[in-house]
């Protein structure tokens, strides 16, 4: 494969001198020059709870808004139209093979995370038959996880994006702990992750049953906000 | 429409049949030790797999993705169409001398069935030159689909064949288009969507044939070979062909109409050519060539609309800067992602402004009475001859103006001006035999 997987132009496969420099082994890249730097990083200046780009680092308006227990979440890159395009495609098209675009992005910012035990977010079994994958655990490679939460079917029929904001955070617990989870949770400090943090009310919604597991800690990672 | 009739000369992916007594097969067929997509001719690759194990196809996504569980079903096209005694023709125009013998060359490679090419420059009404031969098609019960590679321009097509065969039930399909799918005599889509199709249509029109991405997609030449009968026939038109087809025209391998002539019988203005050494340089630091501030300042004085056509995007705000210091006026610049495109376009119409700086955009389709053509840096890769020879035919389109200039400053002679040249000189040699003027 020498073709970008997400564009579909040809890689050049020139080597950098930046890369030789760093003398570690070569990555070998899936994804073009242009493809990289299509999606927008999150800088330093976001929301401390939900991870959003903003211009300062005070804690964004829906957060203060939120009464319940704060949950820290960190975000990768900016929900903007490119992003979209992005999870349109892979999400929706189901073009599985667009998880290489963010494999590599998503394992260094698991390596910037303190955590011990990784908990996607599941996806239900229609979707699963339907999609052919769950996004969330197309993007981990070698990381290792535990699939410690189960999702009630019916949880996704009517997609995330199709509900206005009230509806969303309306929106009944999906969750229930695996049968295993309170052995794989008592005292560890849980990492969640999903795709897009929006309101922030599915994460919240696995991070209650996470604690009722026996967690001592959950924060969470999203790759967009 | 019964249920069948969504099946005739079709190819819909289910997991589960819709249906009894339907063909189908394996929307991904082994070959040897590959899979091959049977809507869209792509070879898998070794990790086109999905987390449960199916495979899929990547190629014709857009489409619905297709995956080893999904069967492709059809019901082979029976030809449940009326035989209109008129070919549903409602239009009350005339074709002129000149296209009515192209109209009668085109009618009878249809009838003969053989595959045909039907090189029409820009301005020779190339879709009327057409109408005999759809009337007769029509008239035996063919199924007749009218398709190109653009969705705008089969957004222009659907409403003039609508009026020209009032009689004539048609469907239009296209990527996001609202209305379902029918059964009918006429289909207008984009190539894209002949995908769905399988040993279809009798006829196939193929509109722009030349125009991306048609001209570099395997997968959309294979798509019109696959909805065509195999007993059926394609009929390409284009302004333009690219050198593939006319290497296959020269090798006597396709047939051929040519339509050298303009609809007012006038010959193809023939590009200036201006040597602008080193401009993207000079453009880069603010200057654009003397002699194009000469002639477009020149225009201005004379009321001279005109269209300055630049490489890329990028250059647009550098041209217009450019000009402005120039003291050249009164024009806006367009492009294709514009969110103000068409009310710019308008306003030229309308005379609002008194040119256009754009870009590749506006090479088909976009007609002005009465203007000028100037291109900066022609010899850019971006204007392929094709393009080059539809930008020099938005001039003189009008039977009131039939001609003008055309004017294309390059830092070198390049081989795609060359070759426009040279086509444009050869079809005007061919016109001046018919009795063109200049
Ligand atoms: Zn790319
Ligand atoms: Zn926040
Ligand atoms: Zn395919």
Redesign the interface.
């Known amino acids: 494969m020498n073709a970008c997987v997400w564009c579909g132009r040809r890689l050049s496969g020139v080597v950098t001198v930046s890369q030789l420099w760093r003398w570690g082994p070569l990555v070998k890249t899936d994804v073009c020059q242009d493809c990289q730097t299509r999606l927008t990083p999150i800088s330093s200046q976001h929301c401390p709870q939900c991870g959003r780009q903003q211009t300062d680092e005070t804690v964004c308006h829906d957060c203060q808004r939120w009464a319940g227990q704060p949950l820290v979440n960190h975000a990768l890159y900016v929900y903007d139209a490119a992003m979209k395009a992005y999870m349109q495609q892979y999400k929706f098209q189901g073009d599985y093979a667009l998880r290489r675009v963010l494999q590599e992005p998503l394992r260094l910012a698991l390596a910037r995370e303190s955590y011990d035990i990784l908990v996607p977010i599941p996806v239900d079994q229609a979707t699963w038959q339907q999609r052919g994958f769950n996004q969330v655990t197309g993007w981990l490679q070698t990381q290792p996880f535990q699939q410690a939460l189960l999702v009630q079917a019916t949880h996704k029929d009517q997609p995330q994006s199709a509900k206005d904001r009230a509806a969303r955070l309306r929106t009944q617990q999906p969750f229930t702990l695996a049968l295993n989870a309170a052995d794989i949770l008592r005292d560890q400090r849980v990492l969640l992750l999903d795709d897009v943090y929006t309101t922030g009310r599915t994460l919240r919604h696995a991070a209650e049953q996470i604690y009722l597991g026996g967690a001592k800690a959950v924060t969470s990672l999203t790759l967009a906000r | 429409m019964t249920n069948d009739e969504a099946f005739f000369g079709r190819q819909l992916p289910f997991q589960t049949a819709p249906a009894p007594d339907l063909t189908a097969t394996p929307a991904l067929k082994a070959m040897g030790s590959r899979l091959q997509c049977q809507r869209c001719g792509h070879w898998l690759?070794p990790?086109?797999?999905?987390?449960?194990q199916?495979w899929?196809c990547?190629q014709c996504?857009?489409l619905g993705?297709l995956?080893s569980q999904h069967k492709l079903y059809t019901i082979p096209e029976p030809n449940q169409l009326p035989k209109l005694p008129d070919g549903g023709l409602t239009w009350q125009g005339e074709l002129s001398a000149q296209q009515q013998v192209a109209a009668q060359s085109v009618l009878a490679h249809v009838q003969s069935q053989t595959n045909h090419l039907l090189w029409a420059v820009t301005g020779a009404g190339k879709t009327e030159i057409v109408y005999p031969a759809l009337v007769w098609a029509l008239s035996q019960g063919w199924r007749v689909a009218w398709t190109s590679p653009r969705v705008d321009v089969c957004l222009e097509l659907a409403p003039r064949l609508q009026a020209a065969f009032a009689n004539v039930a048609q469907t239009v399909l296209y990527g996001d288009q609202p209305q379902p799918y029918q059964y009918c005599p006429l289909t207008i889509c984009t190539t894209h969507q002949l995908l769905r199709f399988q040993a279809a249509f009798d006829l196939i029109v193929v509109d722009e044939v030349d125009a991306f991405p048609l001209a570099t997609s395997p997968m959309l030449k294979r798509a019109v070979d696959h909805a065509q009968k195999p007993t059926g026939c394609h009929l390409l038109l284009t302004a333009t062909p690219g050198e593939g087809l006319q290497r296959r025209v020269a090798r006597k391998e396709l047939a051929v109409t040519y339509v050298p002539l303009r609809y007012h019988g006038h010959l193809l203005p023939q590009i200036d050519l201006q040597i602008a050494w080193r401009w993207r340089e000079k453009l880069r630091h603010g200057h654009l060539p003397v002699r194009l501030i000469r002639q477009l300042r020149a225009y201005c004085q004379a009321g001279q609309r005109f269209l300055l056509f630049v490489p890329h995007v990028a250059d647009l705000p550098l041209v217009d800067r450019a000009l402005h210091l120039a003291g050249i006026t009164g024009g806006v610049t367009v492009h294709a992602a514009d969110e103000a495109r068409q009310e710019k376009v308008q306003a030229m119409r309308d005379r609002r402004v008194a040119f256009l700086v754009t870009t590749t955009i506006l090479e088909r389709g976009v007609t002005f009475p009465n203007v000028a053509v100037v291109i900066l840096g022609g010899d850019d890769p971006v204007f392929s001859t094709a393009a080059l020879v539809q930008i020099a035919g938005r001039v003189g389109r009008s039977a009131q103006f039939p001609t003008g200039d055309v004017t294309c400053y390059c830092h070198s002679y390049a081989r795609r001006v060359r070759l426009a040249r040279g086509m444009i000189a050869r079809l005007n040699l061919q016109g001046r035999r018919q009795g063109g003027r200049p």
């Open positions: 690759g990790q086109d797999q999905l987390a449960n199916a899929y990547r996504l857009q993705r995956t």
